[in-house]
C-alpha cells in the first residue's frame, strides 16, 4: 500500500511530527530518525535521513526550528529546538489536526458502500 | 566510502559556501551517529540513496532561499553604488561650474558650459536620488520581511 495518495498524506504529516519530536525535547538528527523508526516505521515506512534532512532545512529557514551545536567535547551534534514561532505554529496545526481528521472521519463513517445499502 | 560519498554531494551541490559547509557538517554527522550506533558506512550510504538525489533535495529545500536574499542583496548594493557614483559626478560637475562663474566675467563660451554642465548635473541629481530612493525603499522591505520571520 504506497500508492501516490498514502505519500501524500505521509509527507503532509511528516513536518508536524518532527515539529513534535523537537517540541517534546532538544534532539538531533540521528535520535529523530530513530525515534520516528521506533513509533511510526510499521505506519510512515522507515525513515530516512535523505527525507528528514530537507525538512529539517525547510523548517529552520522557515524559522519554525532553531538549531546549536553541542561542544565537540560533549557529542558535537547539532540539536534542534522550537522557536516561539514553531511552538505556536505547531499548537494552531495540532487544532486544525483535530478538527481536519474529526471531519474527515465523519464523511468515512457516514460512507456506506452502494452494495451494501441495496 | 564516507569520503566519497561526501565529495559526491558536495560536488552536486548547488548552494552559496556557507549554506554548503552546513550540509556537509550534516552528512558528516549522519555518517558518525550510524557509525557510532553500529551501522556500517555502507548501510548509512544506501540507505541516504545516491549522492546527486540527497545533494538536490537539500539545494531545493535550502537554494531558493539563499539565491533569492542574495540576489536581491546585489540589486540593492548595484543601487546604493549608483546613488554614490551619480552624487559624486553631480558634485564634480557643480564644482567645476562654479570655479568658473566665481572668476566672472563671463564668455560665451563659458556660458554654454555652464548651461551644459547644469543640465548634465541635474540629471546626476535626478539619477542619485532615483538611486538613493531605490537603495532606501530595499533595505526598510528587507528588514520588514526579516521581521515578519
Known amino acids: 500500500m504506497d500508492s501516490r495518495y498514502v505519500q501524500q498524506f505521509k509527507k503532509g504529516a511528516l513536518e508536524m511530527i518532527l515539529l513534535c519530536l523537537i517540541g517534546k525535547k532538544e534532539t538531533y538528527g540521528y535520535e529523530i530518525i530513530t525515534e520516528l523508526n521506533h513509533h511510526g516505521a510499521a505506519v510512515l515506512g522507515y525513515a530516512k535521513e535523505g527525507t528528514v534532512y530537507p525538512i529539517l532545512y525547510r523548517l529552520q529557514k522557515a524559522e519554525l526550528i532553531q538549531c546549536r551545536i553541542a561542544p565537540a567535547a560533549a557529542n558535537g551534534k547539532k540539536y534542534y529546538s522550537l522557536t516561539a514561532k514553531g511552538s505556536q505554529t505547531l499548537k494552531e496545526l495540532r487544532s486544525f489536526w483535530q478538527k481536519y481528521t474529526d471531519c474527515v472521519d465523519q464523511f468515512i463513517e457516514a460512507y456506506v458502500p452502494e452494495e451494501a445499502s441495496r | ?149
Open chain 2, 1 to 149: 566510502m564516507r569520503a566519497q560519498y561526501i565529495k559526491q554531494v558536495e560536488k552536486a551541490l548547488h548552494l552559496p559556501r556557507r549554506a554548503k559547509k552546513e550540509v556537509i557538517r550534516d552528512l558528516n554527522e549522519i555518517f558518525a551517529s550510524a557509525l557510532e550506533n553500529g551501522e556500517s558506512e555502507q548501510q548509512v550510504a544506501a540507505r541516504l540513496g545516491a549522492p546527486h538525489e540527497f545533494a538536490q533535495n537539500a539545494s531545493e529545500q535550502l537554494g531558493a532561499a539563499f539565491a533569492a536574499s542574495e540576489k536581491q542583496n546585489w540589486i540593492l548594493f548595484g543601487a546604493a553604488a549608483l546613488a554614490i557614483a551619480a552624487f559624486i559626478l553631480y558634485g564634480a560637475i557643480r564644482a567645476n561650474m562654479a570655479a568658473p562663474g566665481i572668476i566672472g566675467q563671463a564668455e560665451a563660451m563659458t556660458t554654454i558650459q555652464i548651461a551644459g554642465g547644469g543640465n548634465l548635473s541635474l540629471i546626476f541629481l535626478v539619477i542619485g536620488i532615483a538611486a538613493a530612493v531605490f537603495t532606501a525603499v530595499g533595505m526598510l522591505r528587507a528588514i520588514h520581511k526579516k521581521r515578519r520571520y
